[in-house]
């Protein structure tokens, strides 16, 4: 199974960045899809996810509103479109992948993932 992860990049307070994750390996329509990151000094914190089939998404508070989730299941991909960002959000971000057997409200749970990419690099400069 590989999680790659790519779309990161340096961008202005205000700006915008898309994510993406390509899955191979897996069959991956029977996965929930997630983002989480991680800043310098701090543990790694749920962004957002979505589930197997499309149809679900969860955000982080700080994520709600400015971040949207997606997936293609067609290209085994999923993708995190960032809008607004913030000095703040910038972080390594992961791609993860769990099997659908777990329900919504343990998404943000980190060990509920059984697959992760190897992450990119978000910085924003304020």
């Known amino acids: 199974v590989q999680l790659q992860a790519f779309g990161g990049g340096l961008v202005q307070a205000g700006g915008s960045l898309r994510l993406s994750c390509a899955a191979s390996?897996?069959?991956?329509?029977?996965?929930?899809m997630a983002w989480f990151r991680q800043a310098p000094g701090k543990e790694r914190e749920f962004v957002a996810a979505?589930?197997?089939?499309?149809?679900?998404?969860y955000y982080s508070n700080s994520a709600k509103g400015r971040f949207t989730v997606s997936r293609d299941n067609a290209k085994n991909t999923e993708s995190l479109q960032m809008n607004s960002l913030k000095p703040e959000d910038t972080a390594v971000y992961y791609c993860a992948a769990g099997p659908s057997t777990f329900i919504s409200y343990y998404f943000p749970n980190s060990a509920n993932y059984n697959y992760w990419g190897q992450g990119t690099q978000v910085t924003v400069s304020s």
């Open positions: 979505i589930n197997a089939n499309g149809k679900s998404t």
């Open positions: 390996g897996l069959t991956f329509a029977n996965y929930h």
